[in-house]
C-alpha cells in the first residue's frame, strides 16, 4: 500500500506546473523573440542587437530580433500584449510607449497595466541642430530670435508624436516660444531640407547628426538631456540655459503581464550584466546612448513619470496623431 499511494502520489507530481523557481532555473529552454516596433537599421533596431546578443551569450539561447514597425510602435506594442507570459516574447520598450499613451485615444491596451517592465537600457542624447546661415549662435539667442519673429521657424521632425517632434514641443514650452512643425516621414527624410536652410531647426539623434556637425554642415545648439554628450562634449545641455527641460530617446526590456517575477528578474540580472560590460557600454555611447541599469520596479516607476511628462506636453500643445 505504501509503495502504491508513493507511485500515485509521485506521478500526481509529476503532472504538475513546474515550479517558477524550476523555471527560472532552467529559463530559456527555446529562442526568444525580442520584438522591436521599427524597421531593421536605425539607432534602435541596432540597440536591440546589440542586447540580444548579448543575452544570447549570457542566457545560452538564442535571442531573436523581430521586427515589427507600424502605427507608432503599437502594432509591436499588441504583439507582446497579446503573447503568452512566459519570456519567450519580449518588447524593446522605449519613449514611443510614453508619449502614445496619451497620443492615442482608443489604444486596444494599457502599456503600464499590461507590460511588465523588465529592465532600462538606457537614454539617448538628441541635438539641437540649425543651419550655420541661421542668425543664433546660441541657446539664448535662438529663443530671443524667435520671440521677435513669431511663426517664421519651421521645426522639422521624424513624424507627430516622434521623440524629435516632442522634443521641439517641449522646448518651445519651456522657452515660451512658438515654433512652425513640418513633420516628415522619418528623421532622415528631414536633412535635406535642413541642410539646404528649408528647414531652420531639428531636436534629432547624435549619430546621424554627428557627422554633419563635425564637418560644419550643420551647428549644434544643445544636447536634449542634462549630461553633456561624450561624442559632443564642447556642446551644452539645453538645460543649461533652461534648468527644466530635459527630453531622451529612452530605452528597456518590457514582457507580456503576469510573466513569473523570477523570470523577470533573470532577465533583469542579464541585463544589467551587459550594460554594465565595458565593450558593449563603449558600443552605446557610440549611439548616442547614456547607460544605466535598473530593478524592475525602478524602470516602471520611470515609465510612469515619462507618460504623465508627455501626457503634460501634448494635451498642451493639443497635438493629434496623423
Excluded at 94 to 123: C, H, M, Q, W
Excluded at 142 to 161: D, E, H, L, Q, R
Excluded at 205 to 224: D, F, K, M, Q
Aim: proline letters at 7%; charged letters at 15%.
Amino acid at each position: 500500500m505504501k509503495r502504491r499511494t508513493f507511485l500515485r502520489l509521485a506521478a500526481y507530481a509529476a503532472a504538475l506546473p513546474m515550479p517558477r523557481i524550476a523555471q527560472a532555473q532552467t529559463y530559456p529552454t527555446r529562442p526568444v523573440r525580442l520584438i522591436v516596433g521599427i524597421a531593421a537599421g536605425g539607432t534602435q533596431d541596432t540597440i536591440a542587437r546589440l542586447l540580444a546578443q548579448g543575452l544570447s551569450e549570457r542566457l545560452g539561447q538564442q535571442f531573436v530580433v523581430d521586427n515589427r514597425p507600424g502605427a507608432n510602435g503599437n502594432l509591436a506594442t499588441e504583439a507582446v500584449v497579446r503573447a503568452a507570459p512566459d519570456g519567450y516574447t519580449l518588447i524593446l520598450a522605449n519613449t514611443s510607449n510614453s508619449i502614445n499613451a496619451t497620443l492615442y485615444e482608443k489604444l486596444s491596451y494599457d502599456f503600464i497595466r499590461d507590460i511588465a517592465p523588465v529592465g532600462s537600457i538606457g537614454r539617448g542624447n538628441g541635438v539641437m541642430l540649425v543651419t550655420p546661415s541661421f542668425p543664433a549662435k546660441d541657446i539664448p539667442e535662438f529663443i530671443a530670435y524667435a520671440k521677435a519673429n513669431p511663426g517664421t521657424i519651421n521645426m522639422a521632425s521624424g513624424g507627430v508624436g516622434n521623440i524629435t517632434h516632442m522634443s521641439g514641443e517641449l522646448f518651445a514650452q519651456v522657452a515660451g516660444i512658438k515654433l512652425v512643425h513640418v513633420p516628415y516621414r522619418g528623421e532622415a527624410l528631414s536633412y535635406p531640407d535642413l541642410l539646404s536652410g528649408r528647414m531652420q531647426v531639428l531636436f534629432g539623434g547624435i549619430p546621424p547628426a554627428l557627422e554633419h556637425v563635425r564637418t560644419g554642415r550643420l551647428r549644434a545648439l544643445g544636447v536634449t538631456i542634462k549630461e553633456r554628450s561624450k561624442v559632443l562634449p564642447d556642446v551644452p545641455s539645453i538645460s543649461e540655459f533652461l534648468p527644466s527641460y530635459e527630453a531622451s530617446a529612452w530605452y528597456g526590456i518590457g514582457a507580456p503581464k503576469a510573466t513569473p517575477a523570477d523570470v523577470i528578474n533573470k532577465l533583469n540580472q542579464a541585463m544589467n550584466a551587459i550594460i554594465n560590460d565595458p565593450k558593449l557600454g563603449a558600443q552605446f555611447t557610440d549611439l548616442g546612448v547614456l547607460t544605466g541599469t535598473s530593478s524592475p520596479s525602478q524602470f516602471a516607476s520611470f515609465i510612469a513619470a515619462e507618460t504623465e511628462k508627455w501626457a503634460k506636453v501634448i494635451r498642451t500643445a493639443g497635438i493629434k496623431p496623423e
